[in-house]
């Protein structure tokens, strides 16, 4: 992996594991303080039509899924594992999957736009470390287009 898309990585896990992680506890701690809706947790009418009461769950899973998962990556990719491209594209995907459905019941916000390019960037990042961007202009130039 080039050194640029391995400290780019590292840079960009670690802070979406940190800031999820972050954003998991403020919603846990949210849920269990009176009058604390639109200071620390979004209003609970966005809970409507989900299986959630409160936001004590979808702040655990974000830490514990979504924050876990890429902070495994960025020690995976800082250490140069083997397992590292495979545990980005789990964060990856993860958190492209959390915003999708996150988007079904909250109202669009920017920061679920920059997450979401995060994620994408994440996997980008990754397909450019296998080679597999280089490789489709490779074939692409071989077969002349085609």
């Known amino acids: ?62 830490a514990i899924v979504v924050g876990g998962t890429h902070i495994v990556a960025a020690v995976l990719v800082g250490r140069r594992s083997a397992a590292a491209p495979a545990a980005v594209a789990v964060a990856g995907f993860g958190l492209l999957i959390w915003i999708f459905v996150q988007m ?12 979401f390019a995060a994620g994408l960037a994440e996997l980008g990042l990754i397909m450019l470390a296998l080679g597999l961007v280089a490789q ?4 692409a130039r071989a077969t002349g287009g085609r």
């Open 1 to 62: 992996m080039r050194r640029w898309i391995r400290v780019a990585l590292t840079a960009l896990t670690a802070t979406i594991g940190l800031t999820a992680v972050a954003g998991g506890a403020a919603l846990l701690v949210g849920s269990f303080a009176q009058g604390a809706s639109g200071a620390i947790v979004p209003d609970r009418s966005f809970l409507g039509g989900t299986p959630f009461a409160s936001y004590a769950a979808p702040g655990l899973l974000l």
């Open 104 to 115: 079904m019941f909250i109202p669009f916000s920017l920061l679920q736009a920059l997450y």
């Open 136 to 139: 489709a202009r490779t074939v």
